[in-house]
């Protein structure tokens, strides 16, 4: 398993380090025709999709790059806004690249002081007496563990494991390890 994100929380819940080692974007580029049959909206200074999920693209993914130019937030890389540019029938066909944006600061503070608040709520709500509280959350895309020190500081790391399942399996099947009787 690799360990894509680690974040390093105070007793209070203050955010005091955190790093994110890389993590390849989930990336859809599709080229549209007139008139766009997504509905997008501005949601956290960016430009998201909010209906018509298809063809990879999904409700939530923001708009990455027009016509292969990266755009900043909801404005083309010229300063101007994407929904104005993307009304007029005169920019089409237009190139759009969809894909998961990477978390602001803001939202990587709040990330922290919501896992902090859940880790003390489950501290109090054990029925075993001295409960270390969450030690791991588990999804079906990801584990996130956690790791109290003795002064109170509060290590978590967001680890995806698909990724490496997934290449572990095929390289298994190409050594031959699976078969009658495995």
Do not use: W
Request: proline fraction near 4%; hydrophobic fraction near 40%.
């Amino acid at each position: 398993m690799a360990i894509f994100s680690v974040y390093v929380v105070n007793k209070a819940g203050g955010l005091i380090y955190q790093y994110d080692n890389y993590v390849p974007r989930a990336e859809v580029e599709k080229t549209f025709s007139f008139p766009l049959d997504l509905v997008l909206k501005i949601y956290d200074e960016k430009l998201v999709v909010s209906f018509g999920q298809r063809d990879g693209i999904r409700v939530g993914h923001a708009v990455l790059s027009i016509n292969g130019v990266d755009v900043n937030g909801k404005y083309t890389a010229e300063g101007k806004d994407i929904l104005e540019y993307l009304k007029d029938p005169a920019n089409y066909p237009v190139s759009i690249k969809f894909g998961r944006p990477r978390l602001s600061s803001n939202e990587k503070l709040m990330l922290a002081s919501m896992f902090h608040s859940l880790f003390a709520i489950g501290s109090q709500l054990s029925p075993e007496v001295g409960s270390s509280g969450i030690e791991m959350l588990e999804t079906d895309v990801f584990k996130l563990h956690c790791f109290q020190t003795l002064t109170g500081l509060f290590f978590f790391s967001l680890i995806l494991f698909d990724q490496n399942l997934k290449s572990a399996l095929e390289i298994a099947e190409k050594a031959g390890t699976f078969g009658p009787g495995s």
